[in-house]
């Protein structure tokens, strides 16, 4: 009843207050007088809904519901919930979307099963985008028994943690790593553009019995998909909705006796670290610092930067302030913060680390491969950019548990070009120093040169990076 009350827009102290309404609205002639009371301390919501709950009368009922509504009309306090996050507008559009909801059944891949339906269930998706479409992603995710009737093991990713509920065991684990399909698939989103779930679906191969997606013809958003692959269960729809939860929703809610079993590393129970940047290419030395938050929060006190020297005569550098290259002679050129942090990973964003390289590959059209490494906990993902002179192969090694890029290898052909390398910081107490933000002047402020995406670490393979640019 909850999950279908958020749906409709309606938050968790309005459950208390339906039971309670509809319990005296329903009661038979002869039960007028008495008293139908829903405790407020068992369902955990607030002294409001409480009093709603207990009204004594039908008429003392229709007294609060009249006086929420007068004070809900004047902006006043609304009896009902919470203070809401500021609604979308209406009509829906691209850049209001604050949520999205749906749920996906997965298809056994076992052709000699009897059933076509997966064991591990339907998964049902809730994202909450606190700055807009192009911001970060919070997550809740709730896996089902295939028929929908019991819940299995969920997920939380908020602005501070990653969190997974482990239902057989019952208890929470607290992790370092977002989450990454096990079959190495892109994550994809109903807000993702047709032009980039087609390049992906040209990539990745879509699964047969998929019907179109259906789309809105004035935001472009998807609105539905039919799933055509289950036989016990034709024509399943996924039913994508937005705008239909809050912040509240994606806030840790699990019971205080479940125990939590904590797996983060010292970094990521800080939130946030510092990193090096260390490596070759085309004949020149690579080195580097910067700054890198895993959550929401944490960026809010230790924002993204990074300072990378290329050989003795090119910096570049990111910050939330700008972005710039900067060669021997001392001219910057200024580009659009985070130009230079597309190929790496950003986890405050919301992503796994291998659907960020891979989705920003994407964005620029060039295809890619994914691939599980010796190293059974790493994953090899290669960017493979061909241009009509030349090829140049990004090769990621990613640590999948720890949701890290450990280093990109580039090639051109068979011939390796360089690699760069990731140093991640434990312990960043001291280093204040040595780990000091970019100052962006006043000259990286003016008119930017558009970025390029993920082809600036394609153009600092061929030892292009600067010398393009007048």
Not at 43 to 65: C, D, F, N, R
Not at 189 to 208: C, N, R, W, Y
Request: aromatic share 10%; with cysteine.
């Amino acid at each position: 009843l909850r999950r279908q009350l958020s749906h409709q827009g309606l938050k968790k102290g309005v459950l208390l207050a339906c039971i309670g309404l509809f319990g005296k609205l329903t009661a038979p002639a002869e039960a007028a007088s008495s008293t139908v009371t829903v405790s407020a301390a068992t369902a955990e919501v607030g002294l409001t809904a409480a009093i709603l709950g207990t009204a004594g009368s039908k008429a003392g009922i229709v007294a609060v519901v009249m006086i929420a509504a007068a004070l809900a009309g004047m902006g006043g306090l609304s009896l009902f919930s919470k203070p809401s996050p500021p609604s979308a507008p209406s009509p829906l559009q691209r850049g209001n979307v604050r949520s999205f909801h749906f749920t996906m059944q997965l298809q056994n891949p076992d052709p000699n099963a009897t059933t076509s339906l997966s064991s591990k269930g339907a998964y049902e998706h809730w994202f909450y985008l606190p700055d807009g479409v192009a911001g970060p992603r919070w997550m809740r995710m709730q896996r089902w028994n295939p028929q929908q009737t019991e819940k299995l093991c969920s997920w939380l990713q908020d602005a501070q943690a990653n969190y997974y509920y482990d239902s057989g065991a019952n208890c929470i684990h607290i992790s370092n790593c977002r989450v990454c399909w096990s079959n190495l698939r892109v994550r994809r989103l109903p807000t993702d553009s047709k032009k980039f779930i087609d390049f992906l679906s040209l990539v990745e191969g879509d699964a047969v019995g998929f019907s179109e997606y259906t789309r809105d013809p004035n935001t472009s958003l998807l609105t539905s998909l039919v799933d055509y692959r289950f036989v016990n269960a034709p024509q399943f729809e996924t039913e994508y909705q937005y705008n239909t939860v809050g912040e509240e929703q994606f806030r840790y809610d699990w019971p205080a006796n479940i125990p939590v079993v904590d797996d983060r590393d010292a970094m990521h129970k800080r939130g946030w670290t510092y990193f090096r940047l260390s490596g070759n290419v085309a004949g020149r030395s690579l080195s580097g610092r910067g700054c890198i938050p895993f959550f929401y929060d944490a960026a809010k006190a230790h924002p993204a930067w990074m300072i990378l020297n290329v050989g003795d005569n090119l910096e570049i550098a990111d910050s939330p302030e700008g972005a710039y290259l900067r060669r021997a002679d001392g001219t910057p050129v200024a580009y659009p913060s985070g130009t230079f942090f597309k190929g790496l990973a950003r986890p405050w964003m919301g992503l796994h680390a291998a659907d960020i390289a891979r989705r920003d590959a994407a964005e620029q059209r060039i295809w890619f491969k994914s691939e599980r490494m010796d190293n059974k906990d790493y994953v090899a993902v290669t960017v493979l950019y061909e241009s009509e002179n030349d090829t140049m192969d990004l090769i990621y090694a990613i640590d999948m548990e720890n949701d890290m890029i450990r280093d990109i290898e580039f090639r051109s052909g068979n011939e390796p070009r360089g690699s760069l390398v990731f140093s991640y910081l434990q312990n960043a107490d001291g280093l204040g120093a040595e780990f000091t933000k970019p100052v962006v002047s006043a000259a990286c402020k003016g008119p930017c040169r558009p970025s390029e995406g993920i082809l600036w670490l394609v153009h600092l393979a061929e030892g292009e990076l600067g010398r393009q640019v007048p």
